[in-house]
């Protein structure tokens, strides 16, 4: 079955970098994304990789992907307060997703 | 272009009593997503249309739960003899088949008490 696992909390001074855990079970996965989820609003995909790649690069943010070890991450560079939010990491096998928890991401002066 | 909307956005309705949710998706996306988010918890899928056709539905919760999309645009999402456990965010998302990304609606919060 399919599992998806990521830390509940990072706390992170603004300016600094974050960087965002996941793992996850299956390795047939053809996307894994990344979505954001600000209170009381919808989820909002912020990037998505394919599982035959190892990294892409959008602005501040950079995915990294070692299907060896099953494990994604998220960095934000330069972090700021408006990056305060929960981040759920999802993968995606015959078109149906799996989320996990999310991470709250805290980001303070 | 207004987004994927969500009616009603909470609900609040007794144990027992059965209640329905509309998802509006964005026009043209042939492809909607029902989801269930309780508290710590990330979304959990539930079922999918692609135009009027339900493509998964083993994943509903119970017999309890139906969705429906008619005429291959809005859905809804049915509950019957709710309960106390039933009671989370209900989401929608839409999508064009093939597409990577998901646009999801604003949730519909379900309380029961």
């Known amino acids: 079955g399919e599992d998806v696992e990521q830390s509940l909390f990072l706390s992170v001074r603004e300016g600094d970098s974050s960087v965002i855990n996941c793992t996850y079970t299956d390795s047939s996965s053809t996307y894994l994304y990344w979505y954001k989820q600000e209170p009381g609003a919808g989820l909002q995909l912020l990037t998505y990789i394919f599982s035959n790649m190892d990294m892409k690069q959008d602005q501040r943010l950079t995915v990294l992907l070692n299907k060896k070890d099953k494990h994604l991450s998220l960095r934000i560079a330069d972090t700021q307060t408006g990056d305060s939010a929960i981040y759920f990491c999802?993968?995606?096998?015959?078109?149906?997703?799996?989320f996990g928890r999310g991470t709250s991401l805290i980001v303070h002066p | 272009d207004t987004g994927v909307s969500q009616n009603p956005r909470h609900k609040i309705t007794k144990r027992g009593q059965n209640v329905t949710f509309r998802c509006d998706p964005i026009s043209e996306h042939n492809r909607l997503y029902w989801y269930r988010q309780t508290l710590g918890q990330g979304p959990e899928f539930l079922t999918y249309f692609q135009n009027e056709a339900q493509l998964e539905k083993s994943r509903l919760l119970s017999d309890r739960f139906s969705a429906e999309r008619p005429k291959g645009s809005f859905s809804t999402l049915e509950i019957q003899r709710t309960e106390q456990g039933d009671s989370a965010m209900y989401l929608c998302a839409s999508t064009v088949g093939g597409r990577v990304e998901q646009f999801f609606g604003p949730g519909t919060r379900l309380t029961v008490l």
């Open positions: 999802a993968e995606t096998l015959k078109g149906i997703p799996t």
